[in-house]
């Protein structure tokens, strides 16, 4: 059916060009021979082909257009007349002879045109003439097409000032009239066009309106290329009447394509100066015009219009261009009762974004919209329209983007009352937004109120929210948050101790509440701010201001121990174990023995009671024995028994060649290069024999068992721990050992050929030794002595 | 065979001039046979005087029993076709009973003649003025030759000339209110007035003002009424809405009227209508029809 149609359709409008050229070709040559009678007769039968009813707009469009091009000759023929002596006043009358509307207007406006450039009378007279006669088409297509031939022919005619056809008689004022008047018929037959036809039609017809809306909307454009519409006549005239027409026509589409028109068509400045005017009339449009896109338009070119010009802010000012839109905005919603909650927000959010622009230092404003889409979300309940929860991340977004500055927002009181109205994992999103914000930025948050305000902000990453049942948050989206609150606390700083261990305080209390599943993510960051306030303190008893220091070191580890506390009840031991582990360092820099102890005798109570897989233990043994090393706090009796617990569990992990690297590692538990105290030969001996004890059986298990090779790999590490405290000069290792133990080696070599890792190791040694021996000196003379 | 041609033709040939007839204005006038053929135009109370010639063909003399003219003023009904009624008749006796020999003038003049009707060719009437030259012979049977002319008689402005404004309709359909400026138009002049839409329930198509003749001719029962249209002109393209007024604006020129004629010798009579016509998208005509009288404006007066 509607293939059919298109395909009459092409054939009509053949059919139609077919008679039209005929005509055309008849006119021209009735023209060309100055045959005036019958360049009228043709050209009134060319023009009836526009009578047509069965085209579309735009193939109408496609006849309309050959009809401008063989008026623009006839024009100029009228023209040539004229000047061999017809009266143009005859020819403006003789045109009107023809019986058929259309064809007659037609005409009518060419010689219109002509009259009006042999300026035999005033251009305001012909030009009311030719305006009212045009009322005789009432059919919409053919009077807006009719119309729209009328402007342009009009266009450069108009008594604008300036303009050659301004006179006495002549003002811009009549120029404006007419194009108003021209307008205002145009839009009612617009929006006439809406309402003929079967309801059937609807969307074919709203679709060929909108094909013809820029023949109305030049008028507009045509208004705002006067020179003569200044300010004044602007707000005098020019809006008031536009809008009248606007609003009186009840058309959804009409108003909001011309709303939208005279936005964009008349400068900033008018707007600026008119704005009650235009914002007045938003509440009187249908309740079914997108008022919001309008709206957000007009603030949208506000905004450019005073970033680009900065000079114009004060008369923002003096407008006070932001409470009108505010009210504007807020009358519009209470007149749009069932205007979605969407609109709404999308209105503060254009508003919100305005003010941003506009008045950068007037935050009560920012505060002032979010508290009107407070109100206006109350009562609502959460948002479930998914669009309408994207235009609050915007809106929410807007002060971060324009700040770039999270501190700003957090004084919006408001803002987090906007928050509390979205649904939980936008409100995560928005959390995760705002950190990014944060990031990206590099802003720190620096007093404990802010910390506050912001932790409240985000509350959707640090708490598990009420959440419906059966909704999984995505396992690697919540690790991204999670790591991202992690980031944050680390932008929570104040060099100020006191202030900073009340930022630590209420970030302790947050995350505490945070459930099991983000200990894990958010105790590490915390615990490391922490311990690095601790390394800011100043020394006890080298307070330079002799000031009460409230925040002590001891206070801080206490704290600390509470935090990690937490860790073990979570599933994660392992991590808990470190953070003691950092503690006792920490606290070892500050010279707190019993508080390193105890923290290491949490470590120790944890490896032992949590720490079970195999292979974890060979990490937390690792780290205990590092850690350890480093000690230098405890007193011999407390050290010696840590030590021996190191070695204990060293030596009791499960397999063998772990068991014997942990061993070879505790022999740097004895010996302390800067520590005098802790030089002990003996035991360092002690330890490296009973490592390649173990190395030997492990041997003997691979010649018998045929496990895995390796063992020779142990030698050669073993070896390498040989030499290191060989040259550190310990007397216990001596030069026969290295040898016997390098002699012991080769001996495996047919083991090594098959394990290319242990070779390039032994070589790596030798080769390491060679160069040691070159390099001479005091170093270079104990290898000397090794004789390989 | 040429004798015998020669006997039907007639010995002479008579031809009428005007005096002033190169001046004279010329006006086109429809003969019976469709030709158009250009006539002089009088005006009542104006002296119709000229010269007749008379030449006889080569080597014939005409014998005769008297020359005359007459100026007649003649009403012809086509139903009663042959019957002349003439409402005007003045004779010249020219000449007295004699002989022709060569060509012979004869100057005529009838003064200040009441010429009270104009010319008009209707559809069924016609009012004629004629000038008529016999040239009596006895047997042979006279000579008779005609020359049309043309009466139009202007006439002043008339003192009342109202507007005509109506409002009209069909209830709870369509209710419209016209105007139009005048109810007396010269032929020259422009219909102005609008049209003004007070109710549209139909889906009007469009409008036309139709200019319309109604010419009744006889009395009583033998009255024959012709109506024609003789202008329609668009006035409205499309539907209108409640409030709109469409301009109206219709020159006269172009079109072939007459004056108003009323009981014209009790022969005939020749009205004029405004038919205002609006038709619906089922072609279905609305109309209403008002009487507006034309005159002729004296041409001076003009512009």
């Keep these: ?788 | 065979m040429n004798y015998l041609l020669g006997a039907f033709k007639p010995a002479c040939n008579i031809s009428i001039t005007f005096t002033d007839g190169k001046n004279r204005k010329q006006v086109p006038i429809k003969k019976d046979n469709g030709q158009i053929v250009m006539n002089p135009l009088f005006q009542s109370q104006e002296t119709i005087a000229g010269k007749i010639n008379i030449e006889p063909y080569q080597g014939k003399k005409v014998e005769h029993n008297g020359v005359k003219v007459e100026l007649l003023g003649q009403i012809e009904m086509y139903h009663d076709r042959g019957n002349f009624y003439d409402f005007t008749s003045l004779v010249r006796e020219i000449d007295v009973p004699g002989e022709i020999y060569e060509r012979k003038t004869y100057p005529f003049e009838f003064s200040s003649v009441e010429m009270p009707y104009e010319t008009f060719n209707g559809v069924n009437v016609r009012l004629r003025y004629v000038l008529k030259v016999t040239v009596t012979r006895g047997y042979a049977g006279s000579i008779v030759e005609y020359q049309d002319f043309v009466v139009r008689n202007y006439v002043p402005p008339p003192p009342i000339n109202n507007s005509i404004k109506m409002e009209v309709g069909i209830e709870d359909c369509l209710h419209i209110e016209f105007e139009y400026n005048k109810s007396k138009y010269h032929l020259k002049d422009v219909i102005l007035g609008k049209i003004y839409f007070l109710l549209v329930r139909i889906k009007i198509k469009n409008m036309d003002l139709e200019i319309r003749r109604r010419e009744s001719t006889g009395a009583g029962a033998n009255t024959h009424v012709e109506t024609e249209t003789l202008a329609k002109f668009e006035l409205m393209d499309g539907a209108p809405v409640r409030g709109e007024s469409i301009p109206v604006r219709v020159f006269l020129t172009p079109y072939d009227l007459t004056p108003t004629h009323h009981n014209i010798n009790n022969k005939f009579s020749v009205k004029y209508y405004l038919n205002l016509v609006l038709v619906d998208e089922e072609d279905r005509r609305y109309f209403k029809q008002q009487e507006i009288t034309l005159y002729r404006l004296k041409e001076e007066t003009l512009s």
């Design chain 1, 1 to 788: 059916m509607i293939a059919d149609g298109a395909e009459d359709e092409d054939k009509w409008l053949a059919a139609s060009a077919a008679a039209f050229k005929q005509n055309a070709f008849y006119m021209q040559r009735a023209i060309d021979s100055n045959n005036l009678k019958d360049a009228l007769k043709y050209s009134a039968q060319m023009l009836g082909e526009l009578r047509t009813s069965k085209l579309s707009p735009h193939k109408y469009y496609d006849l309309y257009m050959r009809a401008f091009d063989e008026l623009r000759k006839l024009e100029i023929f009228f023209m040539e007349e004229t000047r061999r002596g017809c009266s143009v006043i005859e020819l403006y009358e003789l045109v009107q002879h023809a019986g058929n509307i259309l064809p007659r207007l037609y005409l009518l406006c060419t010689a219109g045109s002509v009259y009006i450039k042999t300026k035999e009378a005033p251009a305001k007279e012909i030009l009311k003439d030719l305006v009212e006669m045009c009322r005789g088409i009432q059919h919409p297509l053919r009077g807006l097409f009719l119309r729209s031939y009328l402007a342009q022919i009009s266009r450069d005619k108009l008594p604008d000032i300036g303009s050659e056809y301004e006179g006495d008689a002549d003002t811009v004022t009549d120029a404006v009239e007419f194009v108003l008047l021209n307008f205002t018929e145009m839009n009612k037959l617009w929006v006439r066009m809406q309402h003929q036809g079967p309801a059937r039609d609807k969307e074919r017809r709203e679709k060929e309106r909108g094909e013809l809306r820029d023949l109305v909307g030049k008028n507009l454009h045509v208004l705002s290329q006067l020179e003569g519409v200044d300010l004044d006549m602007y707000r005098d005239t020019v809006l008031p009447r536009v809008l009248e027409q606007i609003v009186n026509c009840r058309d959804e589409i009409a108003q909001y394509y011309l709303i939208d028109c005279i936005i964009q068509v008349f400068p900033d400045e008018y707007h600026l100066q008119t704005l009650d005017v235009l914002l007045g009339a938003c509440p009187q449009l249908q309740p079914s015009v997108d008022i919001m896109t309008v709206l957000s338009r007009l603030m949208e070119r506000l905004s450019n219009y005073a970033a680009l010009n900065a000079e114009v802010l004060p008369y923002f000012l003096q407008v006070e261009a932001f409470s009108k839109l505010n009210n504007a905005i807020g009358k519009v919603i209470e007149a749009q009762e069932d205007m979605p909650i969407l609109s709404a927000i999308t209105l503060y959010s254009s508003l919100l974004k305005f003010t941003l622009h506009v008045h950068p230092d007037r935050l009560d404003y920012a505060d002032q919209v979010l508290g009107s889409c407070v109100k206006q979300l109350s009562g609502k309940g959460k948002i479930n329209d998914t669009r309408a929860t994207k235009e609050i991340v915007s809106l929410l977004s807007a002060p971060l983007e324009k700040y770039n500055d999270v501190v700003i927002a957090l004084k919006l009181h408001n803002y987090p009352l906007v928050v509390e109205y979205l649904d939980n994992e936008t409100k995560r999103i928005m959390a995760t937004v705002i950190i990014r914000s944060i990031m990206k930025n590099n802003t720190l948050i620096t007093t404990a109120e802010k910390v506050e305000a912001l932790l409240e902000l985000i509350k959707g990453l640090i708490n598990d929210l009420d959440e419906p049942q059966g909704l999984e948050v995505d396992e690697d989206d919540f690790e991204g948050e999670q790591n991202s609150v992690a980031r944050l606390v680390h932008m929570l700083y104040n060099e100020d101790p006191e202030e900073m261990f009340k930022i630590i305080s209420i970030l302790k209390k947050h995350f505490l509440t945070g459930g099991p599943k983000r200990l894990k993510f958010t105790i590490p960051p915390l615990v490391i701010s922490t311990l690095k306030l601790i390394r800011r303190l100043p020394v006890e008893g080298d307070n330079p201001f002799g000031k009460e220091v409230s925040v002590t070191a001891t206070k801080i580890f206490q704290f600390l121990n509470q935090i990690i506390e937490a860790l073990p009840n979570v599933p994660s031991p392992d991590l808990a174990f470190r953070l003691y582990l950092q503690c006792a360092e920490a606290a070892n820099k500050c010279d707190e023995e019993p508080i390193a102890y105890e923290f290491f005798t949490q470590a120790y109570i944890l490896y032992e009671e949590e720490i079970s897989d195999s292979k974890a233990q060979v990490t937390a043994l690792q780290l205990i024995i590092g850690t350890l090393q480093r000690m230098h706090v405890f007193g011999v009796e407390n050290r010696d028994t840590l030590t021996h617990k190191a070695t204990g569990y060293s030596a009791k992990l499960l397999k063998k060649p772990d068991q014997c690297r942990a061993v070879y590692a505790c022999s740097h538990l004895f010996w302390l290069e800067d520590h005098e105290t802790i030089q002990d030969g003996e035991r360092v001996l002690l330890c490296l024999k009973r490592a390649l004890k173990i190395a030997n059986s492990t041997q003997q298990m691979v010649s018998t068992g045929g496990g895995s090779a390796g063992s020779v790999t142990l030698f050669i590490e073993i070896l390498n721990k040989y030499l290191y405290f060989y040259q550190k000069g310990i007397p216990q290792i001596t030069v026969e050992s290295v040898e016997s133990l390098i002699q012991l080696i080769k001996n495996e070599e047919e083991s090594m050929a098959s394990d290319p890792y242990a070779e390039s190791l032994f070589a790596s040694t030798l080769q390491f030794m060679e160069f040691q021996k070159q390099k001479g000196g005091a170093i270079g003379d104990r290898y000397e002595e090794i004789k390989v």
